[in-house]
């Protein structure tokens, strides 16, 4: 699986783990998606797929790297999908 595919992969899983937000973003811990048996199954490098999508600006979260007991409690922010075009003219 390359990159992309992981990447794709984390974002189910935070849709799947999350709590959808009034904006459209979905938000979940670290500690939620690193003791999750399929996030274990999935991701070789959970940390590594969360810097490629933070370096895509698809997921946001305090810190750079993310271990497992001390930042449990960070909060991951997975950004909303981009508006449709045309989107905003027509519920206006």
């Given at each position: 699986m390359n990159v992309e595919e992981e990447v794709e992969r984390l974002k189910e899983e935070i849709k799947r783990l999350g709590k959808i937000q009034e904006?459209?973003?979905?938000?979940?811990?670290?500690?939620?998606?690193?003791?999750?048996d399929r996030c274990a199954n999935i991701f070789e490098a959970l940390v590594g797929t969360l810097r490629?999508?933070?370096?895509r600006k698809l997921v946001t979260y305090d810190g750079e790297l993310l271990l497992q007991g001390v930042h449990d409690n960070v909060v991951i922010t997975l950004k909303p999908?981009?508006?449709?075009?045309?989107?905003?003219?027509?519920?206006?």
């Amino acid at each position: 699986m390359n990159v992309e595919e992981e990447v794709e992969r984390l974002k189910e899983e935070i849709k799947r783990l999350g709590k959808i937000q009034e904006d459209g973003s979905c938000q979940v811990t670290f500690g939620v998606l690193f003791n999750d048996d399929r996030c274990a199954n999935i991701f070789e490098a959970l940390v590594g797929t969360l810097r490629a999508a933070k370096k895509r600006k698809l997921v946001t979260y305090d810190g750079e790297l993310l271990l497992q007991g001390v930042h449990d409690n960070v909060v991951i922010t997975l950004k909303p999908p981009p508006a449709a075009p045309g989107a905003a003219a027509a519920s206006g």
